[in-house]
């Protein structure tokens, strides 16, 4: 086998250097994560228009979205199993289809418990069977392992990149349509996932006498090394906090803004810059990833998140203070997914990293859940986002600190080297 054939790759196949259909691959998973993390960034955005025309409370939209972001997080491992077995296209067609309804149904409820059921369930199952963690597997596979961290960097940073995009589609589709209409157009940008996903077709297997695949695993022995290893455990509690920030900023943030007296726009311009800016970030941490030491990398992201919200509560509400903070936050965004991700197929391959990956995930989707949802009811209780600020800034400190431990190396069975 040649220095580039990726090692899950079956055998025969081209490396990254030398495989003719890569471009397309890569090309076509980013529009996927695009689309598929697009919409869903700028549902914030459609809180203050649906709880005025329906009379809900802050709490109401925040649950639903919370919902959403835990059945995003429990769909996570599944999806990831079902790609792993039955391939990463077919996985991701299922997710458009139901996003796609979700969407739809969202635009026509008039009752909480619809709205928890069409924004919640349908959208969270929608994202996590299309979204940009299965894309990350695709490349995983597809590439070689000198050039997945950089590959991981370039899919999240198209996820980033569709927040971008977004965010200032979604505000200027509500002050053109109404917010109606706008989610039926963004409903139908979603249709085009399935199409986009063909390209992706395919799932990892295990090559015998490949250099560092060890011994094969069904899922069952694979999930029990995971969870047997302290720094998936010690990752998974990281990437909690990492769920908490970004769904409580990517919801509240725009009305927190008007709260502060400026005008609504600039929420919309905050979640648009957060995403522009997290598309160098990604690119950034994916090349550093691939250089230095993940752990300490991840330590310094939250770290920095947690300075950035510190000093965005110290300082005076201004456009200029308000850009300023979600152009640092940006940067720090999803950066931390490429180094997670590059841990994750460091210590155990890539043979069942979309399952992996979507454990790990689904904690940071608990994360996102009550970063949502304490936003909502702190608010509507204390009148104030002070208490779920003060959260975000201890809990970065705290991962900060968990992700020292982390030992950057493969398990003792990739170590053991090809199987007899």
Request: glycine share 14%; charged share 10%; hydrophobic share 55%.
């Amino acid at each position: 086998m040649s220095r580039s054939t990726p090692a899950s790759a079956p055998p025969g196949a081209p490396g990254f250097a030398d495989r003719p259909n890569v471009a397309l691959i890569i090309a076509c998973g980013c529009l996927v994560a695009m689309i598929g993390f697009g919409p869903r960034s700028a549902l914030g955005l459609f809180l203050a228009p649906m709880t005025e025309a329906r009379d809900w409370s802050r709490e109401i939209f925040s649950l639903a979205l919370a919902i959403q972001n835990l059945m995003w997080g429990a769909g996570q491992p599944v999806a990831g199993m079902i790609a792993d077995r039955y391939g990463t296209a077919r996985t991701i067609a299922i997710g458009a289809l139901v996003y796609t309804a979700g969407l739809v149904m969202m635009a026509q409820v008039e009752s909480p418990g619809l709205l928890y059921l069409s924004a919640g369930v349908m959208i969270g199952l929608g994202v996590a069977f299309c979204s940009f963690s299965l894309v990350l597997a695709a490349f995983g596979r597809s590439v070689t392992p000198a050039k997945r961290s950089l590959a991981f960097g370039i899919g999240t940073a198209a996820g980033s990149f569709g927040q971008f995009l977004f965010a200032p589609l979604g505000q200027g589709l509500i002050d053109g349509f109404g917010w109606q209409q706008a989610l039926y157009i963004l409903a139908a940008l979603t249709v085009l996932v399935p199409f986009l996903g063909i390209a992706l077709r395919g799932r990892s297997v295990h090559v015998p006498g490949a250099p560092g695949s060890g011994a094969d695993q069904s899922l069952r022995q694979a999930m029990a090394e995971a969870f047997g290893t302290r720094g998936f455990v010690l990752l998974t509690f990281g990437f909690f906090v990492c769920g908490f920030h970004v769904a409580f900023i990517t919801v509240h943030l725009p009305p927190y803004i008007v709260d502060l007296g400026l005008d609504a726009s600039w929420g919309a311009i905050a979640i648009a810059l957060i995403g522009f800016c997290n598309v160098f970030g990604a690119l950034a941490s994916g090349y550093i990833g691939g250089r230095f030491s993940k752990p300490w990398l991840l330590s310094a992201i939250y770290l920095g998140r947690a300075i950035a919200i510190a000093v965005f509560l110290m300082v005076p509400a201004t456009p200029f203070t308000v850009l300023a903070f979600a152009g640092v936050m940006g940067f720090l965004w999803l950066s931390t997914v490429p180094p997670t991700s590059g841990l994750i197929a460091v210590m155990f391959g890539p043979r069942y990293m979309a399952t992996l990956f979507g454990f790990v995930f689904f904690s940071h989707q608990i994360g996102a859940f009550l970063g949502v949802w304490l936003g909502g009811r702190l608010y509507d209780q204390t009148g104030s986002y002070d208490m779920i600020w003060y959260m975000g800034i201890a809990l970065g400190l705290f991962a900060a600190i968990v992700h020292l431990p982390i030992r950057e190396a493969p398990v003792e069975r990739l170590l053991a080297g090809p199987a007899e």
